[in-house]
């Protein structure tokens, strides 16, 4: 009786839901997207985990088997002109704000050191950025690829159909969410996820003086953040902190789920990760 309850809950909430996905594809999806597809069989995933480190020391022949996917500020790094990668996918605004010391680090390493074909991912917003459009601009060999990050949830069966469609995606709280649904619709069959640690939890800690203290850890390099909260009276950031982690492994679970619909296989090839809805190998 208990789980029947449970069931309807979850459907009256699927299906609110499902109302809203309709209104908000109305409102503010771009309805002209090209739906691209590859000729390719397979891709691989670079993640910003620490462990992508172990997988480019000794893993690099694998990676370049495949077309390859780099996120965020991968440009910066000693193998962007080495792998020569097919695509790239940015999310975040700070690579549309020029005083963003990282994310400006590697739009001039896109725009100045690309001489080969790349797709650039990004989502519609970016286009109101005279900086990145400028800036992109000035190297042919970037093709800039827009696509609708409207946050859809609800029925499986519609929103799926959304999501195929490219009016909307799963909620990506991390870059890599985003990455495997661009994936996905572009029909690649295996896709290999390498970097995908997600080992923040490990990190956070309370000092001394109740601030939170996090690791911010890629394979670029780590930095600790002493986080001072300046949250209301009886307001907790460490909950903030927490149903944040809770988005991101969420948007893996409908990954699974839409990936299965679409027939495709992710693959968590990481030598370290908390991610546990995909196949998982060691190379």
């Not at 069931?7 to 009256?12: A, E, G, R, S």
């Not at 499986?156 to 909620?171: T, V």
Request: hydrophobic share 40%; charged share 25%; glycine share 2%.
């Amino acid at each position: 009786m208990v789980q029947k309850i449970l069931d309807l809950k979850d459907f009256i909430s699927n299906l609110f839901n499902s109302i809203i996905a309709i209104c908000k594809v109305i409102a503010f999806s771009k309805f002209k997207v090209t739906n691209h597809k590859t000729n390719s069989r397979s891709c691989v995933i670079l993640g910003n985990g620490p462990s992508l480190n172990d997988s480019l020391q000794n893993h690099l022949e694998f990676i370049k088997k495949h077309d390859i996917f780099c996120v965020n500020v991968f440009s910066a790094s000693t193998y962007y002109k080495q792998l020569k990668p097919n695509n790239y996918l940015l999310l975040d605004n700070a690579f549309t704000e020029p005083n963003h010391e990282r994310a400006s680090k590697a739009i001039v390493h896109l725009v100045d050191d690309t001489d080969w074909e790349l797709n650039l991912f990004v989502p519609f917003k970016f286009k109101k950025s005279s900086y990145f459009v400028e800036s992109i601009a000035k190297n042919p060999n970037i093709k800039v690829i827009y696509f609708n990050y409207v946050i859809l949830d609800g029925l499986d069966s519609l929103k799926f159909w959304f999501y195929k469609n490219e009016l909307g995606m799963p909620q990506s709280q991390n870059v890599l969410v985003a990455s495997i649904f661009r994936c996905i619709n572009l029909k690649y069959k295996e896709i290999y996820v390498l970097g995908a640690d997600h080992t923040w939890h490990e990190t956070i800690r309370l000092n001394d003086d109740n601030e939170i203290v996090a690791d911010d850890s890629h394979f670029y390099g780590t930095k600790t953040y002493e986080i001072n909260k300046l949250m209301p009276k009886n307001k907790s950031y460490m909950a903030r902190q927490f149903l944040s982690l809770h988005k991101a492994f969420k948007g893996y679970e409908v990954l699974a789920r839409y990936a299965e619909y679409r027939k495709v296989d992710v693959i968590n090839a990481s030598k370290r990760s908390y991610i546990d809805v995909f196949r998982k190998i060691k190379l």
